[in-house]
């Protein structure tokens, strides 16, 4: 029965990074019941998710509007249904490439930064000493980029939505040579208000898991710089994994038949 022992302490520390998780998110929720407040720190972190964000977002979301529009004409021209390149396009954009892909890119950004961020304060004992001046670190910096995150996506994602049916539609018009006027009309036709607010309640919630995700692998980051540097790599890959499978549940629960 020695190989069940691997198996088993693999199974109580994935159990146990799921408590202290758990156990993290809830004195971070439960922090912001009480004053004081830092409106001035959730300013800060909104304008580091969503202004700064936005150039890498919208370049992500032009090109793969239209590299789409490229791809559908390509398959869908060998049965004659072109017409349907609007439709593709903006369904594809809305439900699942603007939410899924803005939220891998701000992970890549927004999570190791805040997971270097935090756990260098870590290392160099700043949050012990923000304890020491009677401050709640989680009040202090993990609440207000846990509401910064969840504020600033959907905007992003909104962002992204227009910019990748813009870079479908450009493409569409001047390279495949579509009509301006009934291309509009498709792409407004068949989108419906569900499409965008799926993406935009996806949107709120991977803003939530790059944000958790990148302040509890920096706040409990080992000494040194190794330990800050695998705190990083943590929250991102983190990230990304439990935004590809929340993606997939919220689908479910909007989409299923």
């Not at 890119?105 to 927004?110: C, H, L, P, Y």
């Not at 935090?118 to 004992?125: C, K, N």
């Amino acid at each position: 029965m020695n190989f069940l022992a691997p198996i088993g302490r693999v199974f109580l520390s994935f159990l146990a990074t799921i408590g202290r998780l758990a156990i993290f998110t809830g004195q971070a929720l439960g922090s912001a019941w009480h004053p004081p407040y830092y409106p001035r720190n959730i300013l800060r972190q909104m304008i580091e998710i969503g202004y700064y964000s936005l150039p890498v977002v919208g370049l992500t979301a032009i090109f793969t509007g239209a590299v789409l529009a490229l791809q559908s004409y390509s398959g869908f021209s060998r049965f004659s249904a072109e017409g349907s390149i609007a439709i593709v396009v903006v369904l594809s954009i809305t439900r699942e490439l603007g939410p899924v892909l803005a939220g891998l890119m701000v992970a890549g950004r927004i999570g190791a930064a805040f997971a270097a961020e935090i756990g260098t304060m870590r290392v160099t004992e700043q949050i012990d000493a923000l304890t020491t001046l009677s401050t709640n670190p989680m009040k202090y910096l993990v609440f207000p980029r846990l509401l910064a995150g969840v504020l600033m996506m959907p905007c992003l994602v909104l962002l992204a939505d227009i910019i990748g049916v813009m870079g479908g539609y450009l493409l569409s018009i001047h390279k495949l040579g579509f009509a301006p006027e009934p291309y509009i009309n498709n792409t407004f036709e068949f989108l419906e208000a569900k499409d965008v607010i799926s993406g935009l309640v996806k949107a709120a919630v991977f803003g939530f898991i790059i944000t958790l995700m990148g302040c509890y692998h920096g706040y409990h980051s080992g000494r040194g710089a190794q330990g800050v540097g695998t705190a990083t790599t943590n929250a991102v890959v983190s990230s990304s994994i439990l935004i590809l499978l929340s993606n997939y549940l919220i689908t479910e629960l909007f989409f299923a038949v």
